[in-house]
């Protein structure tokens, strides 16, 4: 079975800098899609990025980029310049292709320091 | 209303109570789901629907009964629950068949099982 870990459960950061969110998982398949997820204090989950395991190019959603390595099974986000709005958790989930299926991390609590 | 909608968004209830949680998705999609949310956890699938079938039950206790009498609306019916079912719980909708499966979710129904 597929497992998806988030090490950090908390993190901060300053209002316009940058932050990192880690997110490592374990899969024995080769073709499979991660995503990053983000559920604001409303509690409303929200898609924010996406990437298919077969693309060697890091996926960019705006201020939002990831940066995926296959081999060690990582899968970051990073969001640049930091907003108010960003304060959320964010979980990392993995999907089978062709499973349909998600496997979510724990999450990350972001606070957006002003 | 547009989106995934979940009523009520907050339910108090004893052990020894019958209540529904209720979602609706407004967004023509095929399948629904059912997870459970605690705090440092991961999202727990419970249910899925595909076409109104089950297409997944992750070992759900009993008192866990879910309907889905569409593809619009699924509801979970609980009864006699234990206090440590206490939790978030969030409906999500998909439409399955396309590359990858981005989940669409509610603002959760936070349940008290006193």
């Known amino acids: 079975a597929q497992t998806v870990t988030q090490s950090q459960p908390e993190m901060s950061v300053q209002e316009a800098e940058t932050v990192t969110l880690s997110c490592t998982y374990d899969t024995s398949e080769s073709d499979y899609y991660l995503f990053w997820y983000k559920q604001p204090p409303s509690r409303q989950m929200i898609l924010v990025i996406r990437q298919e395991a077969y693309k060697q190019q890091n996926a960019t959603e705006n201020r939002f980029s990831v940066n995926f390595q296959k081999a060690a099974k990582s899968f970051s986000l990073k969001i640049s310049d930091s907003q108010l709005g960003d304060a959320a958790m964010y979980f990392c989930a993995y999907e089978n292709f062709g499973n349909e299926k998600l496997t979510f991390g724990t999450g990350t609590r972001l606070t957006i320091i002003p | 209303e547009t989106g995934v909608t979940q009523t009520p968004r907050h339910l108090v209830m004893g052990m020894t109570n019958k209540k529904s949680l209720k979602c609706e998705q407004h967004l023509g999609h095929n399948a629904m789901y059912w997870y459970k949310q605690s705090a440092k956890k991961p999202l727990e699938l419970m249910f899925v629907?595909?076409?109104?079938?089950?297409?997944e039950n992750n070992s759900v206790p009993s008192r866990f009964s879910p309907e889905c009498p569409n593809s619009s609306h699924l509801f979970l019916h609980l009864h006699t629950l234990q206090p440590e079912d206490s939790a978030l719980y969030l409906c999500?909708?998909?439409?399955?068949?396309?590359?990858?499966?981005?989940?669409?979710f509610g603002p959760g129904t936070r349940l008290t099982v006193l």
């Open positions: 999500a909708s998909s439409q399955e068949g396309r590359t990858y499966n981005e989940q669409f």
């Open positions: 629907y595909n076409f109104k079938e089950q297409t």
